[in-house]
């Protein structure tokens, strides 16, 4: 989490009511804002509220994340207005709903090393990714049927959604791509087998996800890490009958198994079974 600096070297006061303002919604936990809530708090006109969030942002008051969206500075900012708020309190304003999900949801569970400067955020409806404050936020939109799996996040008292253990190890079975490769997903598999991974849910939710490929690449993992699925049986029989490729980040070649239904296009002899 890093710091931003406003424009202006040094704060402006503030007057009664801007000042009324943003004591009622600190008082109410809030760090980041709309034009609504000002519209609300304030019980003015819309233009009203939007000139309020323009001379608060002026004053180094206010902090513009987005179009409409403000971050509120606090008085332990100091003069100079350096600042800024965790990433995913940011991103829960990116889209609604949402979950932080693939490579920013295994770094939260743990089961990788390294540290995504990408925030992804998971959502079912329309939104744009963006950079905020340096960060960029990647927004992948999914069908409905794919947004399940959440859990609720406490993030400095705020509960922000983020994709389950489980959940997380499918998602990035379906999109590689958004969790560093097919060496990560293993990565995180083996570590979230030392967890606890419940395989049951991963199987539970791998049948309603109905992605062909990233039931093969779960299923190719588990045995080639020593893991034992319970459900292996239903999901190998529901193998699509194309070959799917093991990394889709990676270019077409390398050997096919059949028994898995998937083209081998990434060397993963680094990898040893989990112990028991």
Not at 18 to 38: K, N, P, T, W
Not at 212 to 235: F, S
């Amino acid at each position: 989490m890093g710091t931003i600096e406003q424009t202006q070297s040094n704060r402006q006061g503030l007057s009664t009511r801007e000042s009324r303002l943003l004591s009622r919604l600190a008082a109410e936990g809030h760090q980041i804002i709309s034009v609504d809530d000002i519209e609300t708090t304030l019980e003015v006109a819309p233009n009203a509220a939007r000139e309020i969030a323009s001379r608060l942002t002026e004053k180094g008051w206010l902090d513009r994340l987005f179009p409409g969206t403000y971050l509120i500075v606090p008085l332990a900012a100091g003069e100079k207005s350096m600042y800024t708020t965790h990433e995913y309190l940011i991103a829960a304003h990116v889209a609604e709903p949402m979950y932080i999900g693939y490579y920013s949801a295994l770094s939260h569970h743990g089961l990788t090393e390294q540290v995504p400067r990408t925030v992804y955020v998971v959502t079912p409806t329309r939104a744009q990714s963006r950079e905020i404050h340096g960060v960029p936020y990647r927004v992948t939109t999914v069908t409905g049927r794919k947004f399940f799996g959440t859990t609720p996040t406490s993030i400095e008292g705020t509960t922000i959604q983020v994709s389950d253990l489980e959940k997380t190890l499918v998602d990035c079975a379906d999109h590689p791509g958004f969790c560093g490769g097919i060496r990560e997903l293993a990565c995180a598999m083996r570590a979230a087998d030392e967890q606890g991974c419940s395989w049951e849910t991963v199987g539970e939710y791998l049948e309603r996800l109905d992605n062909g490929a990233a039931t093969k690449r779960i299923v190719y993992l588990a045995d080639q890490l020593g893991i034992g699925l319970p459900t292996r049986e239903g999901l190998v029989a529901s193998f699509t009958s194309g070959y799917s490729l093991l990394d889709p980040t990676r270019p077409e070649t390398g050997s096919t198994a059949s028994t898995y239904r998937v083209r081998i296009n990434i060397e993963l002899d680094t990898l040893a079974p989990t112990e028991s």
